[in-house]
């Protein structure tokens, strides 16, 4: 199978390289860009001499379609809104690394993103990609829209407390912690080394864009749960994220019932596993992996359950999980060429 | 007058020689070390070759009360327990860096230092020198107890708010991040570069020793407290802490009551500063000074106050507040001598 | 095949289990540990959940000699010397990863160790595994002693120069950096976070133990070459070694001469990168795989070459080019199951 | 004293306002931007609040010369070149921290610079500001250019063996290191935390700006000293350089001569610690502060002297060294409000 990535440059688009160089059904067709057309891929990524010798190339979309089988899109949000429906022109299938696709209400996009939303039509026949929850069968989807890293990291640790209904719908809060590859290779006052080394940050508060999202999904699993305390900080790292996720309990429960729900729940899940009681994941120990790595503890004293869960932002939370959705659009076993042992230290 | 530290092979002391080296009123008389008398300061801190030529002394209390005017401890916890009786026999003033004469129930310390308690009369004689909520005059202080450095961030954060009985007593989570300094200098796995840098840690979920130390103070403030959440992180970077704190309002407020609730809270009050409403400070901010920025937000759409507390957690958090309460001890202006700025970048 | 790992609690042999887990052809047997025997490897290592369940044995020489069809030795100096006889006894082929089989001269090793050397019929016996530059075929080597993480950055960087007699033999200076995991797993206060973050240090100033192997090869590849300047400095970050290498040129050169050298020797090699001329390599472009990357300066103004070598220390200065040897020994392609894309960023 | 800084939104200018906040004969009186002017001080740098609450002001000269008694131009390079006139005419003192006034030779200056260099009479009036080697009285000074962070270090290190002519003077190689601090506060790709942190870079290789300068100090120390090899990498921290200098030893020597060299060529000067025999100053042991700390080595193999010079960049490397020389300028003791101990760790 052939595979188009547009928008290579970033870090989205240079981590689907490093992961399909050894997929055994997959290559890449081609890269596109469109500011960069005409240089060579490692031009913008020395790290890839010898994995790749391509130029990258304008974003011509009747060509795209006749020679690739599908499309990565790793491009800023608002790119994706208007190359989409191009795309599906040409009966070419779509995953899509951006948030274009993932708020199915577009006044809600409009008012977290700051621009127009992808059309109705469009956003309707999106599937969101939380591989592990999907509500389809990816086999059939035309168009996958791969969630946020903060929401993977998110929903795969709340999931089983709300789809159960075994916390009050009103006391969730997540501190998010996330290193700086998530925001991006263009460069900005937030992210150069001097400010953000030996510094920690808190940045977009209550006005991140991954809180509609993280909402849309947990309230359609449970319609209680409306609004979610959700904050961000910058650690001085390059890759992972942590979600400290805290809510109340509204049933009797101890900390054993919840590690078997857990286990139960991911049984089979090769991608998520459950720490050993008492031990908590650290970001490192799924370092350039697609894990999602989560434990659990529950406090007597303030009747409050706590959910550590981490991944990757760049694997889990993007590329990996893209790739992994891949596997499942392709009827592959989920981790083909997506076994990454984490690399530690 | 003349101080002798007690412990100045662990980073608290070596903060207190940074600072008192220019302060005009005070000077360190002698070193004393358990383990290391009779090397120079110098070759367990090279970076104060130039400062100081003193040799380390052995711990003849009898000596330091007949010629220092106080002492700081910068012990391992159960060290102070020991020494304090001691020194008071001299009748020498001391001032605790460490948690042995914070928690006033013995129970309570033994339970969660895993030591035995200090004696109660000791106990009860020494003041928590949380510099800005003093409940007592320094002047007339023997004995004063340094506060921790994740519950300095925490109370001077939530001070206004628990004060003024503006939160649901029972809603308080604290998400607390630090950085590595705050484990001290001696060696361990935890701390071992290779697993720290470019990782994020969880650690001491709901067994971390300030936990009691904050559940003292706030429930002092507000008997109504009984219980909090709090949380620490391992952040890679050496210095600095923030405390992430969430709270249920339960009175109709904004942010702009809040500001000013703060802003009058803490007028006069040179080492805290109040950030400007809609930005947040980062640790970096106050990197090397003693300053304790704060911030706040509030969710109309969860009724959740949020509290941003940032220190130095060897300055403020440790060295510079006791260097604070030494002036306050003797009768100098708060900031004599402690007037750093931040070391940005 | 089935290989045994004896010390896979340092960060060679977790590196090992990392890069074997996709092997197509060797399978990890058994893992080995003279101090945690009894425990589970991911009790050391939780990164390795689900990659391993495996529970660390005793060094068992003859059932090791019974089940594995070779062995990897990831142990401290000093071991390796003391097992390789026993394990040769047993017929079982060895790769060592230690210090312990480079050295060739008894004397020189315990001087620069400060430990009694190998038994010389093992040292004879031994096979130094730099695998672009083999002077014997290693499907007959019993014993490959895998170089040094400097040696191996520094001696690829200066074959060609000095195999071909172009620079003066007295005049190579290598200043070395290196990440912090090159100093192992054991806890120390020179990789102390506190100690090692935010700072830049030099160390074992002239008494490097790499000095001594970096001299004999070169020696051997050139008698001319006696001593050089081998420097060390540790640099606060994790892995990846870089070799600043400065020569003076012996005979009338150019860049393009350089460079057209460089690209001849390593044609066909596929782990060396020679970079395109006016670009140098970074560390991190080699992070997680087994590439070095190499570029050239000349300056005419001094008459001096620079070469500068970078590598992953774990990978292609440790475990990488272990398992390089493993499938040369094998009569395995060089590149079999070690194919990794860096990890960028 | 009243002092105008022009150019306080680099890392430059707001070291000047740490270093001068408690100076006791002089304060800030104005700041100056040709961008920013109208914007508080603290929008640009937040840690500031309480410190000062000035305005950014316009680039007025005349209202500069009528009220400042000096002025510290902390500008990107090309700025002061076109100031510096202006304010002569207003016979008010400037100590320039770029790089304009510091080549004499006005075709070297373009030629590494890319830019045209400043009017030669005022080349000749600039006093070059290394202030251990200052061949001039700076109390007549009225313009004194700060020299560049990498040569101060450079020159520090080299002055005792070069103006003694201890060594060959071909075989100077100086292999500097740097924070990212150096770089300035711009933001560009090259600083981007994710392309710098857990990455080791060389840059501007053969081309940076700082081989002129410190070619022309040597030279003038020297004659026979006339080109250098000087290169630098980028270290994954925010602040210091180390420079690490070889050079072959020109006559007989030993290890005891040249640290009895070095103590007595400073005695004296308070900023240069010449370290212990066998010890080795680490950057993060100056951090903060105005210090160079000094070590050497020499190694009878090779005949080579090892000179290991560390500073803080923008401290002795920038504004620290700008304000001793603004010291000896108004004829007070070099350290007054410059004593700060390093901050460490």
């Not at 501190?175 to 940045?203: C, M, Q, W």
């Amino acid at each position: 199978m052939k595979a188009a990535i547009i928008g290579v440059t970033g870090y989205g688009g240079a981590e689907l390289v490093r992961i399909l160089h050894q997929h055994p059904e997959v290559s890449i067709h081609s890269f596109h860009s469109s500011s960069q057309q005409g240089n060579r891929v490692i031009e913008s990524y020395p790290h890839l001499q010898s994995i790749t010798a391509q130029v990258l190339e304008d974003i011509h979309i009747e060509k795209i379609g006749n020679e690739a089988d599908f499309v990565f899109l790793a491009t800023p949000s608002g790119v994706a809104a208007n190359l989409v429906p191009q795309l599906m022109n040409q009966n070419v299938k779509v995953i899509d690394l951006s948030g274009d696709f993932r708020i199915k209400n577009r006044e809600v996009y409009k008012k977290w993103y700051k621009k127009e939303a992808a059309e109705e039509h469009w956003l309707n026949e999106a599937v969101y990609g939380l591989t592990e929850w999907l509500d389809t069968d990816l086999k059939e989807a035309k168009l996958i829209s791969n969630p946020g890293c903060y929401p993977t990291a998110t929903l795969l640790g709340l999931a089983p407390l709300v789809k159960n209904k075994l916390i009050d719908e009103k006391s969730i809060i997540i501190d998010a912690k996330s290193g700086v590859s998530g925001a991006g290779r263009n460069v900005s006052p937030v992210t150069h080394f001097s400010e953000t080394n030996e510094n920690l940050k808190i940045y977009k508060v209550n006005e991140h864009q991954h809180i509609p999202e993280i909402e849309q999904v947990l309230s359609g699993w449970n319609p209680g749960v409306r609004a979610v305390t959700f904050s961000t900080h910058l650690i001085p790292m390059t890759r992972g994220i942590m979600a400290t996720i805290y809510a109340s309990a509204s049933i009797d429960t101890n900390i054993d019932q919840l590690f078997d729900l857990y286990r139960e729940t991911y049984e089979g899940c090769y991608f998520i596993r459950i720490r050993e009681k008492g031990t908590f994941p650290s970001t490192k120990e799924v370092y350039g992996s697609n894990f999602c790595d989560i434990s659990l503890a529950y406090d007597e004293r303030t009747n409050r359950i706590m959910v550590v869960s981490v991944i990757d932002n760049l694997m889990k939370g993007a590329a990996g999980q893209a790739v992994q959705n891949m596997n499942m659009m392709l009827g592959l076993d989920e981790k083909t060429g997506l076994d990454f042992v984490p690399v530690y230290p």
